[in-house]
């Protein structure tokens, strides 16, 4: 079964849930305490809380120079209707792909794998692979970013303890469990 709800008003009785999975989803939301609340109020006694979320990438200067310049891209497309950020976001893929796709896919090329991945974008294959990506930045109107502290901080106080986080280049991945 499939249904489509509010991830801060989710349509579930309490202590239903022995694990919940999120990906790509609390950071897009308007209050991430209150979705990681809701999670918990479904989530059974010592139910597991799957998830990925941004990173704010403080020690990847690279990327954390992507995420200013992504900030104040947003700041811009948010006065735009839907369809010109639509527009934009297909104008500016294949430039975004040949400044730092290709550049990541030479630096692999030399045997320099690990220097490679902390270029954003590293993984696009083709001008309009990456495009997915680019719409789930500029067309979402919320992009929360965390730090590995930043979030555990946040699952304490929303009702977790975290079982694991694990912050790589292209994110943070967190296994955490219910508080009772």
């Known amino acids: 079964t499939v249904i489509r709800a509010n991830a ?3 349509p579930f009785t309490d202590n239903l849930f022995d694990a919940i999975y999120s990906y790509g989803v609390i950071h897009h939301t308007k209050d991430p305490s209150k979705t990681l609340r809701e999670c918990r109020r479904v989530l059974k006694r010592k139910g597991l809380l799957l998830f990925y979320v941004y990173s ?3 020690k990847n200067l690279f990327k954390r120079f992507g995420i200013i310049a992504e900030n104040q891209i947003m700041s811009l497309l948010f006065l735009l209707p839907y369809q010109l950020k639509l527009i934009f976001c297909i104008g500016i893929t294949p430039i975004v792909w040949l400044i ?3 550049p990541s896919k030479l630096i692999k090329g030399i045997g320099l794998k690990k220097f490679a991945q902390k270029l954003p974008l590293n993984w696009g294959t083709t001008p309009f692979s990456i495009l ?3 719409k789930d930045r500029f ?3 919320i992009n929360h970013r965390y730090s590995e502290n930043s979030i555990k901080k946040l699952l304490e106080k929303s009702g977790f303890k975290a079982k694991k986080v694990i912050e790589d280049y292209s994110g943070i991945y967190i296994a955490a469990e219910k508080i009772i």
């Open 132 to 134: 997915p990506d680019i």
């Open 139 to 141: 067309l979402a109107s």
């Open 100 to 102: 730092f796709t290709v």
């Open 8 to 10: 801060q008003s989710l």
């Open 56 to 58: 704010n990438h403080k």
